[in-house]
């Protein structure tokens, strides 16, 4: 079975440091033989999470749009910037409204549960946002899904990538495409095993874009990989 990875970044920046780092995973996760969904969160836009406007509009089109490329994919790949100590509001904001119920996941985290997921991270600071890491990793773990133990965190990221996106160090290049794979590992050990081996489907509310739930989401934006 070929391991499906969806691939999403807390930052909507145009030159996202953190983009670029995501990237970087993502070549090893291909390498590895998965098949990625390199998605931007700028294609979902959501508003801020008001527990009113849920109950009187229900879920966003768009919420439910993420809850259904979710459950189609076996495994996460997530990169976030550190703000003020934490992961972004973009990423918080994300998660938070793809947690929330529809009739097809009754408890709102059945699109995450059984999953497996790998976070990087990109700073201008030494640090790279290793704090960033620990939050979302709390969160990660409270929507049930499983992170694997090979994070990165690139401090000084301003400086690391050449004019191709690509980084300077081939040290740090061998570790973040290794993450990737070993995502990729887990994902092939686990998969077979978890209620979401045929990467769980929503009948009734799948479809909101179009035929795919990912038809529509080749990049509005444009911001691509140059
Ligand atoms: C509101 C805000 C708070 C930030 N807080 C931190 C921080 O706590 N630690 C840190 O290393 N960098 C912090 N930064 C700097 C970001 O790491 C930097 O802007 C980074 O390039 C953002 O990621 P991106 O390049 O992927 O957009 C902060 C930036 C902003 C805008």
Redesign the pocket.
């Known amino acids: 079975m070929q391991i499906k990875i969806l691939a999403f970044c807390g930052?909507s920046?145009r030159d996202?440091?953190?983009?670029k780092l995501l990237d970087t995973a993502v070549l090893g996760a291909l390498d590895a033989g998965a098949q990625v969904s390199n998605i931007r969160l700028l294609d979902f836009p959501l508003p801020i999470y008001d527990g009113d406007w849920e109950t009187e509009h229900g879920l966003p089109e768009r919420a439910r749009a993420l809850k259904a490329v979710i459950a189609e994919h076996h495994a996460l790949l997530i990169a976030t910037?550190?703000?003020?100590?934490g992961y972004t509001a973009l990423l918080k904001n994300t998660l938070d409204w793809a947690s929330r119920p529809i009739e097809s996941d009754p408890t709102g985290l059945e699109v995450f549960a059984g999953k497996v997921a790998a976070m990087v991270s990109?700073?201008?600071?030494v640090?790279g946002?290793m704090r960033a890491q620990i939050a979302l990793q709390i969160s990660m773990n409270k929507l049930g899904l499983l992170v694997i133990p090979n994070a990165f965190a690139l401090g000084l990221a301003h400086q690391a990538f050449d004019e191709k996106w690509l980084l300077k160090d081939a040290n740090a290049e061998k570790s973040v495409r290794g993450l990737g794979a070993a995502l990729v590992t887990t994902a092939s050990t686990l998969a077979p095993k978890s209620n979401h081996s045929e990467c769980g489907t929503y009948p009734d509310e799948a479809v909101p874009l179009g035929s795919s739930s990912l038809a529509n989401l080749k990049s509005e934006s444009g911001r691509l990989h140059p």
């Open positions: 930052s920046r996202s440091l953190n983009q910037p550190e703000h003020n100590g990109a700073s201008p600071g640090l946002g």
